[in-house]
């Protein structure tokens, strides 16, 4: 079985190779410019010995003399001593020797080429003479006309050179082993640092956690939307892209610009009970989390859950009570119909039992009520039928106009506002009333439009009635009211179409809604403006 060296291992062995490959460059760049540095400084030092000695006029002079050795050779081993360095040798035009350290090579021709200072030019470089390798320098001695007429030669050994290297290397290296033990501890500190930062997992950990964490996060059945501390979006699963209508775009954004203004307020709020609102054309339950690290909170986590099936079937069912108890009344006045005749017919009253019966029927006609012969959609049908008949048993005539023309367009569209407007007429208006419905259709689409009796919205509040949440009724626990005509507005919106309230004749309200036929069969409004690290995803996880 293979063991996998640690992570912190790892760490502190990349940094301790990074330190050493750079110490190691370090210090042999430097001994290099050391090095240079000296012999620079050598150079300097033997130019200026040699020039000094060729300009000498008692060297010059001694040229002319026909033992010149015996001039020449006390000034330079003065010379020699005076200024440090290994050797001072004057050569004649001819490369013999008048002066050297060795006075037995006095005389005898040099052992390198003296071609270049008796050339004119002065050398420098390193060569291997009698007294072995040396850096020298070379200059030309010049007599009163200007004519070259000998050398002078200073040098110093390579081992000279060395050992004075040699001198500094120890302080170098004293300091380059400092630096490496500094950065050893600093290497072993950063990656104990590290290893804790990261909560003393391995990075296979960290992967298998990342792993898990979206497996969690998207396969919830629940929406989840994060926003850190600075208000901006840190985390979107699946479930929340698919009830809000937006994508992994919005990460980073402002919660203020990426979400629906109701979705923020309940954000802002903090809220923990759950509270309902409107994302386009869904109805969400949501509540929100704080998110804690270490005791200190990060940012908050909201938690959505779809609830427009439901909330569809708890109106779909209010219906169905209304229906039931209508149908209830229905059979309780029939009964006593029913009593009624067989009375008259004991009594023998069989023509005022024939009369009471007719009368009956045409006030049991109210079942089945002739509509305008332009509706076609059976959907739009059915419902005015069904709301007649609940609305019957109230004292409520629903009037709808003859003249009104409504066909199939492929959507429930119709259906959902023609539902929410009739409901809200309903409430407004009571008992004993009257509700008009008129439907119109043109190329550009189709007009619907609601009269009811009531009291009507004061003119200063027709705007704010369509925002979600705004209801004039009593709350329910969870409230779930004043969200239709905030659906009929947000349905308009997706028809390109519009939503209004005015002034009725009937002397409430008349709601008028236009859904153009560009936007029938067009999917679900998005819950708000597409746009962008985030919390973390433990305080994430930990409030679900």
């Not at 026909?66 to 000034?75: C, D, F, G, R």
Request: aromatic share 4%; charged share 20%; net charge negative.
């Amino acid at each position: 079985m293979v063991h996998r060296i640690p992570l912190r291992f790892q760490l502190v062995a990349l940094q301790l190779g990074i330190v050493l490959a750079v110490l190691t460059v370090v210090g042999a760049v430097t001994i290099r410019m050391q090095e240079q540095q000296l012999r620079d400084a050598y150079k300097g030092r033997m130019i200026g010995v040699a020039e000094s000695v060729a300009r000498l006029p008692s060297v010059v002079q001694a040229f002319s003399t026909s033992a010149p050795e015996q001039t020449i050779q006390p000034i330079a081993e003065v010379i020699r001593q005076a200024s440090n360095v290994t050797y001072v040798v004057v050569t004649d035009r001819n490369g013999v020797r008048q002066s050297h350290p060795n006075p037995a090579e006095i005389g005898r021709h040099v052992s390198t080429d003296p071609s270049v200072p008796l050339s004119g030019d002065i050398y420098v470089g390193t060569q291997t003479g009698t007294l072995g390798e040396s850096w020298r320098v070379k200059v030309p001695i010049f007599d009163r006309s200007g004519t070259v007429i000998g050398s002078a030669s200073v040098g110093v050994l390579e081992s000279t050179l060395a050992a004075d290297l040699n001198e500094d290397l120890p302080l170098l290296f004293g300091w380059l082993l400092g630096a490496a033990l500094l950065s050893s501890l600093g290497a072993m500190y950063v990656s104990k640092l590290v290893w804790r930062r990261i909560y003393k997992l391995e990075p296979e950990d960290i992967a298998a956690l990342l792993e898990t964490r979206d497996a969690m996060l998207h396969g919830l059945g629940e929406g989840l939307v994060a926003v850190d501390a600075e208000g901006r979006v840190a985390l979107v699963n699946d479930e929340a892209r698919r009830l809000l209508g937006v994508g992994e775009e919005i990460l980073g954004t402002a919660a203020t610009d990426s979400l629906e203004p109701g979705i923020h307020r309940l954000l802002a709020s903090g809220s923990a009970t759950e509270e309902l609102v409107l994302s386009g054309e869904r109805i969400l339950l949501g509540k929100v989390n704080a998110a804690t690290v270490d005791g200190r909170e990060v940012g908050k986590v909201l938690i959505l859950r779809d609830r427009t099936e439901l909330h569809t079937m708890l109106r779909d069912r209010d219906g169905a009570l209304d229906v039931t108890q209508a149908l209830r009344a229905q059979a309780h006045e029939f009964a006593n119909k029913l009593h009624v005749i067989s009375g008259l017919l004991e009594l023998g009253e069989q023509a005022q039992a024939v009369d009471y019966l007719g009368r009956s029927q045409n006030d049991a006609a109210f079942v089945d009520r002739p509509l305008a012969p332009g509706i076609t959609d059976d959907g739009v049908r059915a419902l005015l039928i069904a709301k007649s008949t609940v609305c019957a048993e109230r004292g409520i005539d629903i009037d709808v106009d003859a003249a009104s023309v409504c066909t199939p367009d492929g959507t429930d569209d119709a259906i959902t506002v023609l539902g929410n407007l009739i409901d809200n007429a309903v409430d407004a208006v009571g008992y004993d009333s009257t509700i008009a419905v008129a439907l119109a259709e043109g190329p550009a689409g189709r007009t619907l439009t609601v009269d009811d009796g009531g009291p009507g919205v004061p003119e200063s509040e027709r705007e704010a009635v369509f925002d979600a949440g705004v209801t004039s009724k009593e709350p329910d626990g969870i409230n779930t009211r004043g969200f239709g005509l905030a659906l009929v507005r947000r349905v308009a919106q997706r028809r390109e179409g519009s939503a209004t309230v005015t002034r009725s004749e009937l002397g409430g309200a008349c709601f008028t809604v236009v859904l153009r036929t560009t936007g029938s069969g067009t999917a679900e409004a998005s819950a708000g403006p597409a746009a962008a690290r985030p919390t973390t995803e433990e305080a994430v996880l930990e409030q679900l």
